[in-house]
């Protein structure tokens, strides 16, 4: 069956660090790939979206890799601040509509 | 990006009531669904709601528990039904946005069914 798995237990980095968030899947092709932001109580909010043809994105500290062949999409957060604490969400999307499945998330805490 | 609102943002509810949430997006919207997240889990596609006709409902999902309205392209209901304590969680509207892949969330609304 198709599945997602991020990691389960929480990442805690001091600040200033680079934070790096694994998502991983199997018996999935997906077109693009999507990371969310989430804190308690509140709707998930888009940062980045990654096509399946490409192999790296950023947006100011973020970055985020996708390999196909490994099936694993990695978000970095650079220089990473207090505020940056979530949890982060990795989504997929398979070709040829919006059937997006969801990983569980990954909580990441810093530490000033 | 789009602003996208829900009404109420929590409600505590009694068992074997309904409650109404409303979404409102301010910008053309391709597509809009429903999802809920119970505490500590993941997002679960309930439905997606079709612009004037029935909604497309995931498994596990009914539409006499979850019946859901789509009367325009920007506004959506979604109706918890006879509600059970199992009912609680977040439930969270979500659309994609014209001439975009982008999927974006509402903020959601916290219920709490005693």
């Known amino acids: 069956s198709q599945k997602i798995e991020q990691n389960s237990e929480a990442l805690n980095i001091q600040e200033g660090k680079t934070a790096t968030l694994t998502c991983n899947y199997t018996n999935y092709s997906p077109a693009y790939l999507q990371w969310y932001r989430q804190d308690p109580g509140r709707g998930p909010v888009f940062l980045l979206l990654?096509?399946?043809?490409?192999k790296e994105k950023r947006k100011e500290r973020l970055k985020v890799t996708f390999d196909t062949t490994l099936k694993q999409s990695l978000f970095h957060i650079t220089a990473s601040q207090p505020a940056d604490s979530a949890t982060y969400l990795c989504a997929l999307v398979n070709t040829g509509g919006f059937k997006t499945i969801f990983g569980a998330g990954t909580r990441l805490f810093v530490k000033a | 990006s789009a602003v996208i609102s829900q009404k109420p943002s929590r409600d505590i509810c009694q068992r074997g009531t309904s409650l109404t949430i409303q979404c409102q997006v301010d910008s053309q919207v391709t597509m809009m669904f429903w999802y809920r997240q119970q505490p500590g889990q993941s997002l679960t596609l309930i439905a997606t709601?079709?612009?004037?006709?029935?909604?497309?409902?995931e498994s596990g999902f009914v539409i006499d528990k979850f019946p859901i309205s789509r009367p325009n392209l920007t506004f959506s209901t979604l109706t918890v039904s006879n509600m059970s304590p199992e009912d609680s969680s977040i439930y969270l509207c979500?659309?994609?946005?014209?001439?975009?892949?982008?999927?974006?969330f509402g903020p959601g609304t916290r219920l709490t069914v005693l």
């Open positions: 990654i096509r399946e043809n490409e």
């Open positions: 979500s659309v994609v946005l014209a001439y975009t892949d982008t999927q974006y």
């Open positions: 709601a079709n612009q004037g006709s029935e909604a497309t409902y």
